[in-house]
Protein backbone atom coordinates (compact mmCIF):
# COMPACT_ATOMS: atom_id res chain seq x y z
CA UNK A 1 0.00 0.00 0.00
CA UNK A 2 1.10 3.35 -1.00
CA UNK A 3 0.20 6.64 0.25
CA UNK A 4 0.84 10.30 -0.77
CA UNK A 5 0.25 12.69 0.86
CA UNK A 6 0.01 16.57 0.09
CA UNK A 7 0.72 19.73 1.99
CA UNK A 8 1.15 23.02 0.86
CA UNK A 9 -1.57 24.37 -0.83
CA UNK A 10 -3.65 27.75 0.23
CA UNK A 11 -5.09 30.87 -0.85
CA UNK A 12 -2.73 33.78 -2.02
CA UNK A 13 -3.13 36.92 -4.03
CA UNK A 14 -2.34 37.36 -7.84
CA UNK A 15 1.41 37.28 -8.56
CA UNK A 16 2.03 35.40 -5.03
CA UNK A 17 4.01 32.33 -4.41
CA UNK A 18 3.01 28.84 -2.82
CA UNK A 19 5.22 25.57 -2.35
CA UNK A 20 3.57 22.27 -2.44
CA UNK A 21 5.08 19.21 -1.06
CA UNK A 22 4.21 15.27 -1.84
CA UNK A 23 5.71 12.90 -0.14
CA UNK A 24 5.33 9.14 -0.31
CA UNK A 25 5.61 6.39 2.19
CA UNK A 26 4.59 2.56 1.98
CA UNK A 27 6.34 -0.55 1.11
CA UNK A 28 8.65 1.43 -2.18
CA UNK A 29 11.01 -0.20 -3.83
CA UNK A 30 11.91 2.45 -6.39
CA UNK A 31 9.72 5.35 -7.48
CA UNK A 32 9.81 6.31 -11.29
CA UNK A 33 8.40 9.73 -11.74
CA UNK A 34 6.53 11.70 -9.66
CA UNK A 35 4.14 14.93 -11.13
CA UNK A 36 1.46 17.36 -10.20
CA UNK A 37 -1.66 17.69 -12.08
CA UNK A 38 -4.54 19.89 -11.33
CA UNK A 39 -7.83 19.91 -11.95
CA UNK A 40 -10.00 23.73 -12.53
CA UNK A 41 -14.14 23.67 -11.87
CA UNK A 42 -15.65 22.13 -15.29
CA UNK A 43 -12.54 21.05 -15.99
CA UNK A 44 -10.17 17.95 -16.63
CA UNK A 45 -7.65 16.90 -14.63
CA UNK A 46 -4.21 18.16 -16.29
CA UNK A 47 -0.33 17.73 -16.05
CA UNK A 48 1.26 20.51 -14.57
CA UNK A 49 4.67 19.22 -14.06
CA UNK A 50 6.43 15.76 -14.02
CA UNK A 51 9.76 14.95 -12.94
CA UNK A 52 11.74 11.34 -13.60
CA UNK A 53 14.20 9.66 -11.33
CA UNK A 54 16.73 11.03 -12.91
CA UNK A 55 15.67 14.86 -12.44
CA UNK A 56 14.32 15.03 -16.45
CA UNK A 57 11.84 17.77 -15.93
CA UNK A 58 8.54 18.57 -18.49
CA UNK A 59 5.94 21.13 -18.06
CA UNK A 60 2.48 22.72 -19.46
CA UNK A 61 3.23 25.61 -21.77
CA UNK A 62 0.82 27.26 -19.25
CA UNK A 63 3.21 27.24 -16.28
CA UNK A 64 6.83 27.27 -18.28
CA UNK A 65 9.27 29.64 -15.95
CA UNK A 66 6.39 30.61 -13.69
CA UNK A 67 6.26 26.95 -12.10
CA UNK A 68 9.26 24.23 -10.29
CA UNK A 69 9.49 20.86 -9.89
CA UNK A 70 12.47 19.11 -7.73
CA UNK A 71 12.38 15.57 -6.14
CA UNK A 72 14.19 14.09 -3.04
CA UNK A 73 15.03 10.75 -3.72
CA UNK A 74 15.85 10.18 -0.07
CA UNK A 75 12.50 10.76 1.05
CA UNK A 76 10.42 9.87 -1.62
CA UNK A 77 8.88 13.58 -1.97
CA UNK A 78 8.34 15.89 -4.65
CA UNK A 79 8.04 20.01 -4.57
CA UNK A 80 6.62 22.40 -6.73
CA UNK A 81 7.36 26.06 -6.42
CA UNK A 82 4.63 28.30 -8.00
CA UNK A 83 5.62 31.87 -8.57
CA UNK A 84 3.89 34.64 -10.53
CA UNK A 85 0.60 32.86 -9.60
CA UNK A 86 -2.22 33.72 -11.92
CA UNK A 87 -6.03 33.54 -11.13
CA UNK A 88 -6.37 30.56 -13.58
CA UNK A 89 -3.76 28.80 -11.68
CA UNK A 90 -6.63 28.15 -8.83
CA UNK A 91 -7.05 24.71 -9.29
CA UNK A 92 -7.37 20.93 -7.24
CA UNK A 93 -3.80 20.02 -7.58
CA UNK A 94 -2.97 16.26 -7.27
CA UNK A 95 0.48 14.64 -6.74
CA UNK A 96 1.06 11.12 -8.93
CA UNK A 97 3.79 8.82 -8.39
CA UNK A 98 4.48 5.88 -10.30
CA UNK A 99 5.59 3.32 -7.70
CA UNK A 100 7.31 0.14 -7.35
CA UNK A 101 6.18 -2.03 -4.38
CA UNK A 102 6.90 -5.29 -5.84
CA UNK A 103 4.52 -4.23 -8.98
CA UNK A 104 4.65 -0.96 -10.72
CA UNK A 105 1.33 0.68 -10.02
CA UNK A 106 0.10 4.77 -10.65
CA UNK A 107 -0.72 6.07 -7.11
CA UNK A 108 -2.40 9.82 -6.12
CA UNK A 109 -2.57 12.01 -3.46
CA UNK A 110 -5.97 13.30 -2.19
CA UNK A 111 -5.50 17.02 -3.96
CA UNK A 112 -4.30 19.99 -2.79
CA UNK A 113 -6.85 23.16 -3.17
CA UNK A 114 -4.90 26.38 -4.32
CA UNK A 115 -6.64 29.14 -5.08
CA UNK A 116 -5.72 32.78 -6.36
CA UNK A 117 -7.27 35.76 -5.93
CA UNK A 118 -7.02 39.02 -7.52
Known amino acids: QVQLVESGGGLVQAGGSLRLSCAAS????????MGWYRQAPGKQRVLVARITSGGNTNYADAVKGRFTISRDNAKNTVYQQMDTLKREDTALYYC????????????WGQGAQVTVSS
Open 26 to 33: GSIFGIEH
Open 96 to 107: NAKVNTNDWGNY
